[in-house]
């Protein structure tokens, strides 16, 4: 499955506006969209209780003021915590002048754990289209749970089953074949990204896993081998970057031809951009 090159560079908000808010937060989230951002990247993990949520580390210690793997959590757990007070001691880290963010949220629903069926409301309400890149974590650790919870969830939102990929607002993605795998079985046209970080022999020949549209290689494997992208790009497949924060790497985003970049400063990305 290919897909035709989009119109115009999709912005895609890493985690949210995630160096301005703290990541994956409804603060990130709402800035981004405030920002412009043409899509919202998520990672999602499922609490022992079968929610999935929006975090990206295994445990909750780096992005929280609690201690655990999410794995291991309930979401009543997770709500107790505040995962945004983190962000404010790592803006103020080294820095002289007051951070662009502050840990000041005016209802605290803003800062507590995500669930991506609030994140999916949140698109659904933002006033304008914006698109979901949806990253799943850890797969192969709950045998299809994930992607069974994943498109459950999504097709209460009447998004599991698109007409055409290229139709679709929401794409998975994952650096798990077998992930992409499951949720291509379940919903044939829902699109699926690739994730890459290195040179692989099926790279070299231009080829993604069999059934997925979409190429999602790191900014540092670009920058590298900028040859593999033009080798994906003739086979008729989109290409989507991470995490393209520096004006250099958009410039070369842009003479490459890629199709979206993901980014953690999208307001900064699209002013590059000219939009
Ligand atoms: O968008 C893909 C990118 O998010 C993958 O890396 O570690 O930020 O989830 P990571
Ligand atoms: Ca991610």
Redesign the pocket.
């Known amino acids: 499955m290919t897909h035709a090159r989009r119109q115009r560079i999709q912005v895609v908000a890493?985690?949210g506006a995630s160096e301005d808010a703290p990541e994956h937060t409804l603060a990130a989230y709402k800035k981004a969209i405030e920002d412009g951002a043409d899509a919202l990247?998520?990672?999602v993990r499922l609490t022992a209780d079968g929610h999935l949520v929006c975090v990206?580390d295994r445990r909750v210690n780096r992005t929280s003021n609690g201690r655990g793997a999410v794995s291991a959590l309930e979401l009543s757990d997770l709500a107790a915590l505040d995962f945004g007070s983190w962000k404010n001691r790592d803006a103020w880290r080294g820095r002289d002048e007051e951070p662009d963010w502050e840990h000041r949220p005016e209802d605290p629903a803003d800062t507590s754990v995500l669930t991506l069926e609030r994140l999916l409301e949140l698109v659904a309400d933002a006033g304008r289209p914006v698109e979901l890149a949806i990253?799943t974590?850890h797969p192969t650790r709950w045998a299809g749970q994930v992607e069974e919870r994943l498109l459950l969830l999504l097709k209460r939102f009447g998004l599991d089953a698109p007409r055409t990929p290229e139709e679709s607002p929401v794409r998975i993605?994952s650096f798990s074949a077998r992930s992409l795998h499951r949720v291509r079985v379940a919903s044939p046209t829902l699109p699926t990204v690739s994730?890459m970080q290195f040179v692989t022999p099926r790279l070299r020949d231009g080829r993604l896993p069999e059934g997925v549209g979409i190429a999602g290689p790191s900014i540092r494997l670009v920058r590298n081998h900028p040859v593999y992208v033009e080798r994906l790009k003739r086979a008729g497949h989109q290409v989507h970057v991470?995490t393209v924060n520096e004006p250099e790497d958009v410039d070369l985003c842009v003479d490459l031809g890629i199709d979206a970049i993901i980014t953690n400063r999208p307001r900064e990305v699209l002013r590059r951009l000219g939009r």
Do not use: G, P, S
């Open positions: 890493h985690r990247e998520c990672d990206h990253e974590k993605m994730l991470w």
